[in-house]
């Protein structure tokens, strides 16, 4: 897979939440990178409960950049997910930074698709579209990017408006779809595809308290038994969101290597 981008263009439909439990559900090894310029700590503070102290982030690697000491830095800025094969990269703690963060990108990124190799599949929370500074370029490098959308009726007019801009950041080699929060609460997958002409690539139950496992740090061994937990909707439909975006993204893969054989078949 390599790089798998979530983004939002209105509200909050749960962007932050959805890329975190798909990180938990993700089959390899994962590097979950919090790319949101508005600077929410929405994971050290929501699902980690600010228990976990931790004060390096993606500032420390655009200071690390001036050095050339990008990749060598990686590592040390990063933590552990307690009972998770996954690792935080923190975002930005403070407006203000979000600017010195936005020249990271391209250094960065080539960084993050090569990690790959080693086992590692990277999932970026790219925060909300027209926020300034917003990792745009994270957009178009990934393999997979989705554009995270609810149901309603003002998410998919918000979702219309964007799109031709959102055909501008993405590049021919991004694969870009939707993702889903409450499919059918209240229009379905074939409503929304009629309007928007983009294919859906992962749907999200509509769950608050589960959802809140991931958005807050519920415990859910405390408000769930935790079979409960695992068989909740939202649980269930991000294991088959993390099976089929896999699938997709091997099918994007196949695809462009046999296009390539075919042009060079040497
Ligand atoms: N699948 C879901 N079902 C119900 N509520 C959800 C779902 N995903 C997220 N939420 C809730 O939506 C709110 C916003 O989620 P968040 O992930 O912070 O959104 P964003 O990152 O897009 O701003 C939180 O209260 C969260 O618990
Ligand atoms: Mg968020």
Redesign the pocket.
Known sequence: MAILTLF?VA???????????LALAWPRDVLLVDA?PTA?A?ILA?YLRGFTPHDKSLVDLAIAQRHGELADTLPAVTLPIPDSHVNLLPGIQTPGQASAVEGLWPDLLPILAGLDAGGTDVII?A??LGASHAPTAAIRAADLSLL?TRSTLPAIIAARAWLPTIETIVADQTGFGLAI??VGHPHTAGEITGVLKTPILAT?????V???V???GLDPTRHFNPKHFNNSA?VR?VRAAAGSLQQTAKARRDHLNAAIEETDPR
């Open positions: 939002s509200g909050a439909p749960g962007t932050t939440t959805t890329a975190l439990a949101d929410s929405p929501g929370d925060g909300r995270v929060v409450g999200l139950a509509m769950d608050p589960t959802a809140e991931f958005s807050l939202l439909s």
